[in-house]
């Protein structure tokens, strides 16, 4: 894909600077109380949890916060929102294609947030259904390169499911099955691979290459979404080059 590589890594990188500001703990303490709360607060028998877990402490969230997360999710200890998944759809820019999560605990206020950032940016709401059939829910998988080699991780889960091992420049991104993420997730840890994120994301089944003016409105756009406590993941299927983010910087 092309300007895949160099876009993701950017997104990695963001994701670091998010963390330093504090959104991406925020947010990964939600991840893990909800996935005690939907399958029970045991890591062992709740796969969504034992790699909500694992990608909040790769992330230097603090132990104790991650342990109170899933002892309010599991109903061990009192308290807790009851946090609901909503999924918006909208255009950005250009044409690309918009899928917003929310993890929220105020439907009303989720919704109004969205729709400010998303009208504000440049971009429309959507009908459910009218932009989500563009998208897949994929099993995506995150090994750091250090170490190891692509061979050595495709040889490790081709058998586990899965579909492709993309270079991201400073890491490797396994795509599979969303079904078969965690036989994945496994087939790594048989093979003493570090990995540092596995969970289900929607994948854009195709691409809008974008120019550099269209790409800044797009990425103003995601920003402003982001920058929502109720918003947990945004996608898209803007396809950004690596030509076009030398220029944006």
Sequence with gaps: MSGHSKWATTKHKKAVIDAKRGKLFAKLIKNVEVAARTGGGDPDGNPTLFDAIQKAKKNSVPLD???????????????????????????????????????TDNRNRAASEVRVAVTRNGGSMADAGSVSYLFNRKGVVIVPKEGTTEDDVTLAVLEAGAEDVNDLGESFEIISEATDLVAVRTALQEAGIEYESAEANFLPSMEVPLDEDAAKKVMRLVDALEDSDDVQNVYTNADISDEVLEKIG
């Design 65 to 103: 916060n991650i342990e109170r997360a899933r002892k309010r999710g599991g109903g061990e200890e009192a308290g807790g929102a009851d946090w609901q998944t909503i999924m918006y759809e909208g255009y950005a820019p250009g044409g690309v294609a918009l899928l917003v999560e929310c993890l």
